[in-house]
């Protein structure tokens, strides 16, 4: 048997074979059940003992070879099938694929958390309010009664005459006070509402974090304390701090808490403007021990401080952006800078 020749003339069949379909007809004709080699392997058993031997052996590795010629030109014809596929469907694979747009976390939201880990690692506790809140809560409690003058500085949308959409996150304070006793070591991250003419600087929905600090001998030396570390651990230690007096109804003393300007250092510029190389960051004071008597605490007993500051007023400081309406316009130039 000339196994030289037989090799020669299978490997010419298969690559003859100029489809997938017809190579799988030269395999069946070559090693399926009736095949040319599958019929002279079943032969051998015909042959003396050393003859088949030999032959077997040959035979075995002729068909291994064939074996391996048939998967090398599966291959090739599979290869040549999926390009002229994709040539006739006008599939170009070598072109750039588009990048799948990749998610990120908004930048106010970024900023909130890391406002609250800054709380979070002072101890502070996490407490939240409702968004629409009773008259009581949001400014009676917090000693602006009916008529109060001070209740201008915050119009809002009113849901009936008793309830209305929250315009700060000071009526959390109550609640909290209303449901824990002293001590408490608390912030309160929420949305507000107000009634106002947008501009730059304002909008009738933004985010507050209110914090409150409720316990035996509480001083504004602590208030001081606080307030120097959160800005240290947001803006940076070289940050400079000043507190400015001013007023709220339901703090006394109050003051409003001032940064020296990222960008001048504090000598002023256009960035921190009329500031003076100031800027505004939130409001605090010592809570007014009206607010305390409201909610069943003994002033002479207790005191305590507390604070408002917005989140995205901190993050227009930290960042320099111009105009607080960027944040829920959901402008994809302006998000994905951050
Ligand atoms: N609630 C005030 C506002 O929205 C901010 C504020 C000032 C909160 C002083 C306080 C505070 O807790 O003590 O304008």
């Known amino acids: 048997m000339d196994i030289p020749a037989l090799f020669h003339e299978s490997e010419q069949k298969i690559c003859r074979a100029a489809n997938l379909r017809e190579l799988e007809e030269v395999r069946i004709a070559l090693l399926g059940k009736k095949g040319q080699l599958t019929g002279l392997l079943r032969s051998l058993a015909e042959l003396p003992l050393q003859e088949r031997k030999?032959?077997?052996a040959d035979l075995n590795g002729l068909r291994e070879n064939i074996q391996i010629l048939l998967a090398?030109?599966?291959?090739t014809l599979e290869e040549e099938e999926t390009t002229q596929g994709l040539a006739r469907e006008g599939i170009d694979i070598t072109l750039p694929g588009i990048p799948p747009l990749r998610g990120r976390r908004h930048v106010l939201l970024e900023t909130v958390e890391e406002i609250e880990d800054a709380f979070l690692r002072?101890?502070?506790d996490i407490v939240e309010g409702p968004e629409v809140e009773w008259d009581y809560y949001n400014f009676e409690a917090l000693n602006m009664p009916a008529e109060h003058p001070a209740r201008d500085m915050w119009d809002t949308f009113y849901i009936t005459e008793r309830m209305l959409l929250r315009t700060h996150t000071s009526p959390v304070q109550i609640r909290c006070m209303e449901e824990t006793?002293?001590?408490i070591r608390a912030i309160m991250p929420g949305l507000v509402a107000r009634h106002e003419a947008l501009d730059s600087t304002h909008m009738d929905v933004f985010f507050q974090i209110e914090g409150l600090v409720v316990d035996k001998g509480?001083?504004?030396a602590n208030l001081k304390g606080i307030l120097d570390l959160f800005v240290a651990m947001i803006f940076g230690s070289e940050r400079k701090t000043m507190f400015v007096p001013s007023y709220f109804p339901f703090t006394e003393p109050s003051a409003?808490?001032?940064i020296s300007c990222g960008v001048c250092g504090g000598s002023g510029c256009q960035t921190c403007g009329h500031g003076g190389g100031w800027l505004e960051v939130?409001?605090?004071g010592q809570v007014h021990p009206q607010v305390l008597r409201n909610v069943g605490i003994d002033p002479e007993a207790f005191t305590g401080f507390a604070f408002g500051l917005g989140a995205e007023r901190v993050a227009m400081?930290?960042?320099n952006i111009p105009d607080i309406r960027l944040f829920a316009e959901n402008d994809l130039r302006f998000l994905e800078q951050f």
């Open 122 to 124: 002072l101890g502070f």
């Open 256 to 258: 409003e808490l001032m």
């Open 72 to 75: 090398e030109r599966q291959r």
């Open 317 to 319: 400081l930290k960042y």
């Open 282 to 284: 939130l409001g605090c």
């Open 181 to 183: 006793p002293p001590p």
């Open 54 to 56: 030999h032959l077997g």
């Open 218 to 220: 509480i001083s504004f």
